[in-house]
């Protein structure tokens, strides 16, 4: 189990996250990723960002499907 990951391995991992719960495993190295890394972290809430802006797109819309 290698739990050093590179920041592009981070991105997939925290986009895969949005799809899918990700193994403990996975969860753990991106935890410790995050704690050293400071570009992956600001990544993380530029997805945060637009999740929520897609949300309140869908509402605004009201379109409650993520397809549109």
């Known amino acids: 189990m290698i739990l050093r990951r590179t920041c592009k391995q981070v991105a997939a991992l925290l986009i ?8 403990l495993a996975e969860r753990v190295a991106l935890r410790l990723h995050l704690l050293a890394c400071h570009a992956c972290p600001r990544f993380e809430r530029q997805l945060l960002t637009m999740r929520n802006a897609m949300r309140q797109w869908r509402h605004y819309t009201g379109d409650d499907t993520p397809g549109g």
Not at 16 to 23: F, G, I, M, S, V
């Open 16 to 23: 895969a996250r949005e799809d899918r719960a990700l193994p």
